[in-house]
């Protein structure tokens, strides 16, 4: 009878330790609901809520509604696994938490497994632990968009052991396996590209590659380069088709800036924050906007120690890549090597260094990068255990221990909405984000100065970016406050005219004020650049057949129509022009009566009243409600 033996030599007592660890210390996220963006993507997102709408979808940009084409976001497998999740499960958040689990321990294990086949036992096993329950993981795997990440890390994992597995020839079959696997990780997440890239750095790990070596290695492993390539021109093809860019057209949040000054400066900072979240992750965050690591103008302490930190990484790679292969000796320091270069190969695609992506930090997105911090660190207790056996190996079980219950008590932290939104502003009110929330808080308690205040300093501290503004500006619409709407609203069109929402929020606030002309103007510009919302068209319509311009605005309604109906005060006076026009005044007085019963501001009443009274000569509404007494109001 076989039994299990020690984890440092056995892989099946290593598997069976770092699949329970991954697992039980995120048994508490299970009760965990919807959170932050889980409520765009899953919640509210009524198009992966059933069979019938599930495969458009796919077809549209991962975020919905507003932004999806700004953000750049485009994760059809992620899309198409969460909707199917959502349907069979009836929307229960268990089920999906439940799935970001069992997700994150067959990554462990696949991690296990991929660091058994380059490094020794005993720093296969101990990576692989570390990688389990580090508390960086935790916004992935505890919150339910995480699942993203999950999946495509293991894709990749998934594709590295097979590439290794399938010997020094890569075949056709072996070759296939990769690109689809790729497709998945591709299609889940888009640093997932970098995995032709880990696929050199793993053969370079394990046998030299010089350049006389080169053509030797391209005919033994040009099938599975081919295979990847055709793949990510695919997929990259696809995401051109659905979101009209490859890279993401938004700055991260407060960035702006690095669009015009030097990012040596910003990224120094951020380098800190990497090292300083693998190696003492007690302070972790779901937001690192500026207010939490600024946006820098020049040197300073922090981010000269930045890129002191990532000289000195990189100069101990370099030394440690010349090491025997791993293939040779696993227990080489090429391993440390190894691991530093995963790192930055995997975080490259959101480091903000040859691009700009949607943010400066997300611990979330450090989930396949921390796998090359993982594979260097098991090294590196293995190291140490040679000279100080029971330092290493007790200095991992207290990191164990204490990375253990540092997940734990992060989990919820994700419990909700209001869970989430709260401990960032305990934690870090000095965040831009933070500000914005306070400010969306105080406003809909109806403190509104103070609403105001709240987002000045977030404005102060994020800059005008577009994302900023404009969901600030919905907020003060939705609590009837226009005129600052509209003020933050021409600032974000100044900034960037290039974008269709800005445009159509300020066409709804002209139309809910009456204003006919400017409200077409602004439906034109929103619609000249997105011509994908009804909202807009019925809005122009209701503001052509107020000009009586009805053959104009028939073309418009026609194209609302087309995409869908919007149930608004302004759509039901299109009915109304067009009816009076046409000498059907009982019709058009019936439409009128219907507007004002979908008329729910102020403003929108006032507006509607003076048109009831001045273009169809009826009574005011307001003047006879004012004029009954009150005993029969």
Do not use: C
Not at 16 to 39: C, M, Q, T
Not at 86 to 94: R, S, T, V
Not at 225 to 230: E, I, K, M
Not at 480 to 491: G, N, Q, S
């Amino acid at each position: 009878m076989n039994r299990f033996g020690s984890p440092l030599h056995d892989v099946r007592t290593a598997a069976l330790l770092v699949g329970v660890l991954a697992g039980a210390i995120y048994l508490n996220a299970l009760g965990n609901g919807f959170a932050y963006d889980d409520i765009h993507i899953v919640q509210d997102n009524t198009r992966i809520h059933s069979w019938e709408t599930l495969p458009e979808a796919l077809v549209v940009p991962y975020w919905p509604g507003d932004y999806g084409h700004e953000l750049g976001l485009w994760r059809p497998v992620a899309t198409a696994v969460l909707g199917v999740q959502h349907i069979l499960g009836g929307g229960a958040p268990f089920v999906f938490h439940a799935v970001n689990v069992l997700a994150h321990v067959g990554t462990s294990l696949l991690v296990l497994v991929l660091f058994r086949l380059l490094l020794s036992a005993p720093a296969a096993f101990a990576g692989a632990l570390l990688f389990a329950v580090h508390p960086i993981h935790a916004e992935a795997v505890a919150n339910i968009v995480g699942f993203s990440e999950l999946v495509s890390a293991a894709a990749i994992v998934g594709a590295l052991i097979v590439h290794i597995r399938g010997g020094p020839v890569t075949s056709w079959s072996t070759a296939l396996v990769m690109g689809l696997l790729y497709a998945i990780g591709f299609g889940s997440k888009e640093s997932a590209v970098t995995l032709p890239g880990l696929v050199l750095l793993v053969d370079a790990a394990r046998s030299r590659l010089g350049v006389s070596e080169l053509p030797r290695y391209l005919a033994d492993r040009w099938r599975a380069y081919l295979v990847l390539f055709v793949v990510s021109m695919a997929l990259l093809w696809a995401r051109f088709q659905v979101l009209g860019s490859i890279a993401s057209p938004f700055a991260p949040l407060g960035g702006d800036l690095l669009n015009e000054i030097p990012r040596i400066w910003t990224l120094g900072e951020v380098w800190v924050h990497y090292v300083r979240l693998w190696a003492f992750p007690l302070d972790l965050s779901s937001d690192y906007s500026p207010g939490v690591i600024p946006i820098s103008f020049g040197w300073r302490v922090d981010n000269a120690l930045g890129v002191g930190l990532a000289l000195l990484f990189l100069t101990l790679a370099l030394i440690a890549w010349r090491r025997p292969d791993l293939a040779k000796g696993r227990n080489s320091g090429k391993a440390a090597a190894f691991g530093g270069v995963w790192f930055l190969i995997a975080i490259s695609p959101i480091s903000n260094t040859v691009f700009l992506s949607g943010v400066l930090l997300a611990e979330r997105t450090l989930y396949l990068p921390s796998v090359g911090l993982a594979a260097a660190t098991g090294w590196l207790v293995v190291r140490l255990a040679q000279d100080r056996k029971r330092v290493a190996w007790v200095g991992l079980a207290i990191a164990v221990l204490a990375s253990s219950v540092r997940t734990w008590a992060r989990n919820p932290s994700w419990y909700d909405n209001a869970t989430m939104l709260t401990t960032l502003i305990d934690d870090y009110p000095q965040s831009g984000r933070s500000q914005w929330v306070l400010g969306d808080v105080l406003v809909i308690r109806g403190r509104v100065s103070e609403g105001l205040r709240s987002y000045r300093a977030a404005i102060d501290l994020l800059g005008t970016h577009y994302q900023l503004l404009t969901e600030i500006s919905k907020r003060l619409m939705g609590e009837e406050h226009y005129r600052a709407a509209e003020v933050l609203l021409r600032f974000a069109i100044h900034d960037s005219p290039q974008y269709p929402l800005a445009h159509g929020l300020v066409a709804l606030i002209r139309a809910e004020h009456g204003d006919a002309e400017g409200t077409e103007a602004y439906a034109r510009a929103s619609l000249e650049r997105e011509d994908v919302d009804p909202t807009r068209h019925h809005l122009l319509a209701w503001a052509l057949a107020s000009q009586e311009r009805f053959e104009e605005a028939a073309d418009a309604r026609a194209r609302g129509l087309e995409q869908g109906r919007a149930v608004f005060w302004q759509q039901y006076m299109y009915e109304a022009y067009t009816r009076r026009a046409e000498g059907d005044s009982v019709g058009a007085y019936a439409a009128v009566d219907t507007a004002w019963s979908r008329v729910f501001t102020d403003i929108g009443r006032e507006a509607l009243d003076s048109v009831r009274v001045t273009e169809f000569g009826l009574e005011s509404w307001i003047e006879s409600v004012a004029e009954q007494p009150a005993r029969e109001r």
